[in-house]
């Protein structure tokens, strides 16, 4: 079975200021990787994802993951913050042959002045 | 590409009566899922259909929830008899390949 594990429920950062939103993931076979963005009240936007090939992935508004398959990890990184990337951060895995996507639990990303 | 659509956006109801939701995929996408977030907490995978064929059912689903997908196109979830702790936010996905794009999700309330 797979699982996912954020490990920080909370993460407040000052605008300008580096972040980096920790992922590690559990599973017996191969992955597929993802990071989703919710803001309040919508649906789940997808950020990036790693399927295969370059273990750094870039997504939109300036985020980038690292896969490492030996840290079984996937953080999600952003050099510079701004007020409008809070939200709620799920990173999600899918092996090969499920379907499904396991969630973690979210880590809420609070950007202030 | 329109994106995934979800109908109603919000929905209040009593314990005990019955709600249905409804799903509009991304037109090409064989691959449509149901999945349920309750607050603070990730989504949680429901049921999963193949164009009209439904290939899996999470034990969250229980006897009171069923979900169709009659011509392969849109999909709906019926809850029967809702209870409070149904209350959560129902979110529908669908995918072509590997990557599921959700929709904005259905808010249920049960009093």
Redesign the interface.
Same mark, same amino acid.
């Not at chain 2, 603070?40 to 995978?45: A, D, H, R, Y």
């Given at each position: 079975a797979q699982s996912v594990t954020q490990l920080d429920s909370q993460v407040p950062v000052f605008e300008e200021a580096p972040v980096e939103l920790r992922c590690n993931y559990s599973s017996s076979v191969s992955v597929y990787l993802f990071w989703y963005v919710q803001y309040p009240n919508q649906g789940l936007q997808l950020l990036l994802k790693y399927l295969s090939g370059s273990t750094l992935v870039k997504g939109i508004n300036g985020f980038e993951a690292e896969f490492n398959k030996s840290q079984t990890s996937f953080h999600l990184r952003k050099p510079s913050v701004h007020i409008s990337d809070t939200a709620e951060y799920f990173c999600a895995v899918r092996t090969g042959t499920a379907s499904k996507l396991t969630f973690g639990t979210g880590t809420r990303l609070q950007v202030t002045l | 590409d329109t994106g995934?659509s $979800?109908d109603p956006r919000h929905k209040i109801t009593k314990r005990g009566q019955n709600v249905t939701f409804r799903c509009d995929p991304i037109s090409e996408h064989n *691959?449509l899922?149901w999945?349920r977030q309750t607050l603070? $907490?990730?989504?949680?995978?429901l049921t999963?259909f $193949?164009n009209e064929a439904q290939? =899996?059912k999470?034990r969250l689903l229980s006897d009171r929830f069923s979900a169709e997908r009659p011509k392969g196109s849109f999909s709906t979830l019926e809850i029967q008899r809702t209870e409070q702790g149904d209350s959560a936010m129902y979110?529908c996905?669908s995918s072509q390949k =590997?990557? $599921?794009?959700?929709?904005?999700?259905t *808010?249920l309330l049960v009093l």
């Open positions: - | 995934v $979800q *691959r899922y999945y603070g $907490q990730g989504p949680e995978f999963y $193949q290939l =899996e999470s979110l996905a =590997e990557t $599921q794009y959700f929709g904005p999700g *808010r």
